[in-house]
T-cell receptor, first 112, second 112 residues
Framework: QKEVEQNSGPLSVPEGAIASLNCTYSDRGSQSFFWYRQYSGKSPELIMFIYSNGDKEDGRFTAQLNKASQYVSLLIRDSQPSDSATYLCAVNEPGGSYIPTFGRGTSLIVHP | DGGITQSPKYLFRKEGQNVTLSCEQNLNHDAMYWYRQDPGQGLRLIYYSQIVNDFQKGDIAEGYSVSREKKESFPLTVTSAQKNPTAFYLC???????????FGSGTQLSVL
């Protein structure tokens, strides 16, 4: 059974700080990793994806991947109250079937 | 405007009743998915379809049924065999050759 683990939180950070969200996965063959943001009562939206070891930056967001440790993280710099949401980590099965497995999500609260 | 439309937004089911959740997309996407989300939980896959007239069970298909007679439509029926149907149901679609999922706005199903 493939698993994607996240700390449910909540993770509380002050405005302007760096929020660090973490995710581990069980299938060593996984190739594609995604971060979705979900506001309360709304549907998830994709904010970052990463395929290769290392860092990928997009604006205030940085995704980090370490396949040897089976670990993917999301850093949010200069956190804003509007970043308060649940962040879902998703991992695609290897082999190109495009069937993502989602973690339970980490709730982030950015307080002024 | 292109997108995924789920209806209704809220749905109530009586004991022993089957109910159908609608999902329509005009993005010309080949693949469609149904996920269930319980409070504080991640998304669990119910069914998915990669092409018209074909679909596969996900991790929690028992008590649910789907059809894919048209590319644009992927309705989900929650049958009376599903004893704990209260949840937030999300439909998603994906274009062939890409890995990004686009989500509808969701249907909240509750039991009367």
């Amino acid at each position: 059974q493939k698993e994607v683990e996240q700390n449910s939180g909540p993770l509380s950070v002050p405005e302007g700080a760096i929020a660090s969200l973490n995710c581990t996965y069980s299938d060593r063959g996984s190739q594609s990793f995604f971060w979705y943001r979900q506001y309360s009562g709304k549907s998830p939206e994709l904010i970052m994806f990463i395929y290769s070891n290392g860092d990928k930056e997009d604006g205030r967001f940085t995704a980090q991947l370490n396949k040897a440790s089976q670990y993917v993280s999301l850093l949010i710099r200069d956190s804003q109250p509007s970043d308060s949401a649940t962040y879902l980590c998703a991992v695609n099965e290897p082999g190109g079937s495009y069937i993502p497995t989602f973690g339970r999500g980490t709730s982030l609260i950015v307080h002024p | 405007d292109g997108g995924i439309t789920q209806s209704p937004k809220y749905l109530f089911r009586k004991e022993g009743q089957n109910v159908t959740l609608s999902c329509e997309q005009n993005l010309n996407h080949d693949a469609m998915y149904w996920y269930r989300q319980d409070p504080g939980q991640g998304l669990r896959l119910i069914y998915y379809s990669q092409i018209v007239n074909d679909f596969q069970k996900g991790d929690i298909a028992e008590g649910y049924s789907v059809s894919r007679e048209k590319k644009e439509s992927f309705p989900l029926t929650v049958t009376s065999a599903q004893k704990n149907p209260t949840a937030f149901y999300l439909c998603a679609s994906r274009s062939a050759g890409t890995e990004k999922l686009f989500f509808g706005s969701g249907t909240q199903l509750s039991v009367l």
